[in-house]
């Protein structure tokens, strides 16, 4: 199972997680549905849809919990018959992160839960506060962005 | 905000189209998926109701290719345009890198994009973000329809291009504009990056 990241620190929490919790999927993104690390996905498409799905979720949750006058819900957890989610928000320096977590048969939503508490102590301690970048790409890349997109739809 | 890997140089940006209900939106996104190979895209997620009006969002994972040696990806995203899934639209818009208005042409819906673009101005300032700075282009759709029925291109900038954005007709059931749409508003998040953004000023 490979375990990409997008931001280096997250790499070490993430991997630990994935090993004590026995968890098949894991995404930790932000609160847009953007990856930071995963584990588990083979296709990059995949898992934006995963993300955008679980960010939607948790936006949701938290609109209807101000609705209501709470502060938050706290982690959310669905099981299947072969799967179950776990899905947790933490507050870190980096902004405020999402933390989406499939597992099967061989762990529990106990377990889970109980490590990703470590989990999102851990991601606030690495988290570094967000910086402002300089320019990424080249001035001329309108000529790349023709070609990918003429190739895109195939005209 | 768009995400920047340096290590594997990877891009990842999100779009949003935004308008009012029955504009087209989910339209767009179809005709994109229809038209990209499949290597190149991902699952198109909808989250409609019963009667596919949009519920919550379109989903539409885009990979576009290298761009000035960056891997670059797109997350194509629609709002729901009835006026009372106002709260599911704010979240969506959560984290916009560019924005795409897709307005009515038939002439019965002038107050209904007058309306919707004022929502999307409330919408963006309400996630704390200056509207001026976000990239954003305006596409007139239906323009196949009857010339009877509709505003011409020429009197829809007059009523709602207030920023002078960049405009594109279309009739995004047969594609027209549709590919240019997401050109124009690509160049503008793109050109975003090259000038050292990373989207959207905050406030």
Not at chain 1, 4 to 29: D, F, G, H, K, N
Not at chain 1, 105 to 134: D, M, N
């Amino acid at each position: 199972m490979s375990t990409t990241v997008v931001e280096a620190w997250a790499e070490q929490p993430l991997l630990r997680y994935v090993a004590e919790s026995s968890a098949r999927l894991v995404i930790v993104m932000t609160s847009a549905g953007q990856v930071l690390a995963q584990h588990g996905f083979a296709r990059a498409v995949d898992l934006m849809a995963a993300s955008a799905l679980g960010a939607a979720i948790m936006a949701a949750s938290a609109a209807l919990a101000q609705q209501i006058g709470e502060r938050s819900f706290g982690a959310l957890f669905h099981a299947g018959e072969r799967h179950g989610i776990h899905l947790a928000s933490c507050a870190t320096p980096r902004g405020p992160l999402i933390v989406l977590t499939v597992f099967g048969k061989e762990t529990s939503i106990g377990l889970v839960g109980l490590f990703y508490e470590e989990f999102a102590v851990a991601l606030r301690r690495a988290a570094p506060a967000e910086q402002l970048r300089g320019p990424v790409l080249a001035e001329d890349f309108e000529a790349d962005l023709n070609r990918s997109l003429t190739s895109l739809f195939q005209r | 905000m768009s995400l920047v890997n340096f290590t594997t140089r990877e891009i990842t940006c999100k779009i949003v189209y935004y308008g009012p209900g029955r504009s087209g939106k989910t339209t767009n996104l179809q005709y994109v998926y229809s038209q990209v190979p499949a290597d190149r895209k991902g699952r198109m997620v909808s989250l409609a109701t019963q009667t596919d009006r949009t519920l919550f969002f379109d989903f539409l994972p885009l990979d576009l290719g290298t761009i000035s040696g960056f891997a670059t990806k797109f997350q194509l995203y629609t709002v729901p345009g009835q006026v009372y899934y106002n709260a599911t639209r704010k979240l969506v818009l959560n984290g916009a890198d560019g924005v795409v208005f897709v307005a009515d042409s038939q002439v019965r819906q002038l107050d209904e994009n007058i309306e919707s673009l004022q929502n999307l101005q409330a919408n963006i300032l309400e996630h704390g973000v200056d509207a001026r700075t976000l990239p954003m282009v305006l596409q007139f759709n239906k323009q196949d329809l009857p010339s009877e029925l509709i505003l011409s291109a020429e009197e829809l900038d007059e009523a709602l291009n207030f920023r002078n954005l960049q405009t594109f007709p279309a009739d995004a059931l047969h594609g027209v504009g549709v590919f240019e749409t997401l050109k124009g508003v690509a160049a503008e998040v793109l050109r975003r990056l090259s000038q050292g953004g990373s989207g959207a000023r905050r406030m």
